[in-house]
């Protein structure tokens, strides 16, 4: 048996990553094809927020980056990515694909769970503030405690700074 070393294991192992450009709207169908072919697909979709029917906000999840998503396969798996729906191309160097590196994956999915974490942060103030005025309170949700030093914004002290001894809910 040929020893291999480890670097070499790990990338037969589970393939390269390379990026492909993807028909509109056709992402989240190339994603399952790819995947039911037994390859790694990842498109990175962040929160965004989209007005709808009468005036009202909304949010969706839409691709990270636009027509582009994340294929992790061998070279010669590569007549499957491009048999899949909704798949355009390779990109790459001289009409031949070119693998992108592990980190460069990392940091795609430091920024989608960042985007996703702050949406679910701002979900949650929402609910607390909608709560707040179901009981008759303003809705104004603080991210302050006693004994913080606070700027005051707004009247004849804006400017100023003050030590906070307790939140008054003015309705």
């Given at each position: 048996?040929?020893?291999?070393?480890?670097p070499?294991?790990?990338?037969?192992?589970?393939g390269?990553?390379?990026?492909?450009?993807i028909?509109h709207?056709?992402?989240?169908?190339?994603?399952?094809?790819?995947?039911?072919?037994?390859?790694?697909?990842?498109?990175p979709?962040?929160?965004?927020?989209?007005?709808?029917?009468?005036g009202?906000?909304r949010?969706?999840?839409?691709?990270?980056?636009?027509?582009?998503?994340?294929?992790?396969?061998?070279?010669?798996?590569w007549?499957?990515v491009m048999?899949?729906?909704?798949?355009?191309?390779?990109i790459?160097?001289?009409g031949?694909?070119?693998?992108?590196?592990?980190?460069?994956?990392?940091?795609?999915?430091?920024v989608?769970?960042?985007?996703?974490?702050?949406?679910?942060q701002?979900?949650a103030?929402?609910?607390a503030?909608?709560?707040?005025?179901e009981?008759g309170?303003?809705?104004?949700?603080?991210?302050?405690?006693?004994?913080?030093?606070v700027?005051?914004?707004?009247?004849?002290?804006?400017?100023?700074?003050?030590?906070?001894?307790a939140?008054?809910?003015?309705?």
């Amino acid at each position: 048996a040929d020893l291999v070393s480890e670097p070499d294991r790990r990338r037969t192992t589970i393939g390269n990553w390379y990026v492909v450009s993807i028909e509109h709207q056709r992402g989240t169908l190339a994603k399952g094809e790819i995947g039911s072919r037994g390859m790694v697909a990842y498109l990175p979709v962040v929160p965004q927020s989209e007005r709808h029917g009468r005036g009202r906000d909304r949010v969706v999840w839409r691709p990270m980056l636009g027509l582009y998503m994340f294929i992790r396969c061998f070279p010669e798996q590569w007549p499957l990515v491009m048999a899949a729906r909704g798949v355009r191309r390779f990109i790459g160097r001289n009409g031949r694909p070119e693998p992108i590196d592990h980190q460069s994956i990392d940091v795609v999915r430091l920024v989608e769970a960042e985007r996703a974490e702050t949406e679910r942060q701002r979900a949650a103030l929402e609910e607390a503030a909608a709560k707040a005025r179901e009981n008759g309170r303003s809705g104004i949700v603080w991210h302050f405690a006693e004994g913080e030093r606070v700027r005051i914004k707004n009247g004849p002290f804006a400017g100023f700074y003050a030590e906070l001894t307790a939140a008054v809910d003015v309705h």
